[in-house]
């Protein structure tokens, strides 16, 4: 049986592939943040700890979906 993901669109956000706009989803898998694009299958997928450390004075903080 497959486990379903909640999944979050993020509005503005531009695929750096096929630069097609408000087709990323965010989601979590096995504890790390993923973020796919639905018109053509991009992925990029980045882990807590590199979360944490990528932040710099210009975020404002880093959304978390629980």
Do not use: N, W
Not at 18 to 29: I, R
Not at 31 to 53: D, L
């Amino acid at each position: 049986m497959e486990t379903r993901r909640r999944k979050r669109f993020i509005a503005g956000a531009v695929c750096p592939k096929c630069q097609s706009a408000d087709t990323m989803m965010l989601y979590m898998e096995h504890g790390v943040e993923k973020v796919e694009c639905v018109h053509c299958g991009h992925h990029q997928s980045q882990a807590e700890q590199q979360v944490e450390s990528a932040a710099t004075g210009d975020i404002i903080g880093v959304f978390r979906p629980d």
